[in-house]
């Protein structure tokens, strides 16, 4: 027996939408007009297949890549909340309409429509389009419906959107720039060790003289990564896909990389993560998210090479809160949540002013990791610029002994 979704409309009266069980369309369709229906449209469920570390990865890709979208589309919806326009007909209104993110955009909103009119919520809808929205968007959207302030929760969503990735993008900027020089500088030397080299090597080999080691070792080296560049990429491939596979069995099993592990990743990068976690948590208390939920829903939304520890972290400190212990006491990792930072949270549960005091400790958290990435940024330019001076240089030095030598063979 299978579940059909149907729209179907009745003599003199308006088009309407349901669910019928039947062996098959046609048994589907018969009974409809046994009622007195006339079916327009009948589809059977699409099957859900299970989501596994590689796919949920490509929707962490595709919503980060849909942030401005996102909040625009919030934003109207918002918009045409307050004025008064039921869910259903806002979101019909938003299908119809031509904004940024085009046939995307007004297929997810299609979607929100019909599920809407099938008698489903908005954060139902969220959660059934992984690649659109995370667990906070659906978690304060659903706090929203329940508590009568959906138009203010998506104008907070929105904000969230249009803010959302700010340090990972500050971050990732101060390493684009010695990633590229060092990237051209490897170019140009394995250009110069095939190209150029060689025939400095030929010369000397006609003329019986004895190849430079250096120069022999830089031909090598070129010709090998011209050769095996592809395994090259297939490795990192295989690699990048291992360490989403383990980053994510990890998160989900609670268990925590070893202490000396997790000092390897660069402070900018944890205290941009504890800050997003932190605004993250904030959001979903102000909106009547209760304490243990949010921990849980927030969790998953660490990002950065150190996420699987801080999202451990959190799913611990959920179980110890749903046990009755402070919030405080329960995250006890000095790597993340020093002495200070814990004795904070707990001055903002006595007085009853977690979610704002979340919010300044975050902004906090984003300041000073904004202030490492400028320094890492500092560190890293003439780092790089050094590193392609050396190679350039020992590609220069590989090049001048052929000629050195073949100047001796003519005196």
Do not use: N
Request: aromatic share 2%; net charge positive; proline share 6%.
């Amino acid at each position: 027996m299978t579940l059909f979704r149907y729209a179907a409309i009745a003599p003199g009266s308006a088009p309407s939408r349901g669910e019928i069980a039947a062996e098959s369309p046609a048994e589907a369709r018969a009974a409809l007009r046994r009622v007195g229906l006339r079916v327009l449209s009948l589809r059977a469920p699409r099957p859900t297949l299970p989501r596994g570390p590689l796919s949920a990865a490509l929707s962490d890709h595709l919503r980060r890549r849909r942030t401005s979208i996102k909040a625009d589309l919030l934003e109207d919806l918002a918009t045409l909340l307050d004025t008064g326009v039921p869910l259903v007909d806002a979101a019909a209104t938003l299908a119809g309409s031509a904004a940024e993110g085009g046939r995307a955009r007004r297929r997810l909103m299609r979607a929100v429509r019909d599920g809407l009119r099938d008698g489903g919520d908005l954060s139902a809808s969220m959660r059934a389009h992984p690649a659109w929205f995370d667990g906070v968007d659906a978690a304060m959207a659903d706090a929203g419906e329940h508590a009568g302030t959906l138009p203010d929760v998506l104008r907070a969503l929105a904000a969230r959107h249009a803010r959302s990735d700010e340090l990972a993008q500050r971050i990732a900027a101060a390493l684009a720039y010695p990633l590229i020089v060092l990237t051209i500088g490897i170019a140009v030397a394995i250009f110069l060790s095939v190209t150029t080299l060689p025939k400095l090597a030929d010369v000397l080999q006609q003329s019986k003289v004895p190849v430079p080691a250096l120069t022999r070792g830089l031909i090598a080296a070129g010709g090998h990564a011209i050769t095996l560049w592809p395994v090259a990429l297939l490795a990192a491939a295989a690699l990048a896909a291992a360490t989403i596979t383990l980053r994510r069995r990890v998160a989900r099993g609670g268990l925590r990389l070893p202490r000396p592990l997790r000092r390897l990743v660069p402070a900018a990068v944890r205290r941009a993560a504890l800050a997003g976690v932190l605004r993250e948590l904030g959001a979903l208390l102000r909106c009547g998210v209760p304490l243990v939920d949010a921990l849980r829903v927030a969790a998953p939304t660490a990002s950065g090479p150190g996420a699987p520890s801080l999202q451990a972290l959190l799913i611990a400190a959920a179980a110890e809160v749903e046990s009755g212990r402070d919030l405080s006491d329960a995250l006890a990792d000095p790597l993340w949540f020093g002495e200070s930072l814990r004795r904070s949270i707990h001055v903002g549960e006595a007085s009853g002013e977690l979610p704002s005091l979340l919010d300044r400790l975050a902004d906090a958290e984003a300041r000073r990791a904004r202030r490492l990435a400028d320094r890492l940024a500092t560190l890293l330019e003439p780092a790089a610029i050094l590193l392609v001076a050396a190679l350039v240089g020992l590609v220069v030095m590989a090049a001048v002994q052929p000629l050195i030598h073949l100047q001796e063979v003519i005196r």
